[in-house]
């Protein structure tokens, strides 16, 4: 299947597979974010990328532990270092259900990752 026009994810949830990981400073304003890629994995939207963004702050620390539950590890990480890295080690090409929600923001429409769920095993810690 081809994907879809470019643009934002309808809302819905997704079958997706979490392609990859990577933190990074913001060019500008020096603040660090881990970005989530997701790959949709069927339906009408197959092979669509849907991305979220985790910056690190303490008030960012409630969808660091929603996302961290979802993935299916316990408690919360030690720290955005080891945030980062289980993600990318344990995460990486296992497959979730997202549910996205669009926004608009000054005449933009952005489409938000809202709730993921785990749907294999979970990691072995």
């Not at 690190?56 to 996302?67: F, G, L, N, P």
């Not at 344990?90 to 259900?97: G, I």
């Amino acid at each position: 299947t081809e994907p879809q026009s470019i643009g934002p994810l309808p809302d819905g949830n997704y079958e997706v597979q979490l392609a990859e990981v990577n933190t990074s400073d913001h060019p500008m304003t020096g603040i660090t974010s881990t970005n989530l890629e997701y790959r949709v994995t069927s339906g009408d939207h197959t092979d669509r990328r849907v991305w979220d963004n985790v910056t690190h702050r303490d008030e960012t620390m409630w969808k660091v532990a929603k996302i961290w539950n979802a993935m299916g590890m316990t408690g919360q990480p030690a720290d955005w270092a080891e945030f980062s890295l289980k993600l990318s080690q344990y995460c990486t090409n296992k497959h979730f259900t997202v549910t996205v929600k669009n926004r608009e923001y000054n005449g933009k429409t952005y489409t938000n990752v809202t709730a993921v769920r785990l749907n294999e095993e979970k990691p072995p810690f």
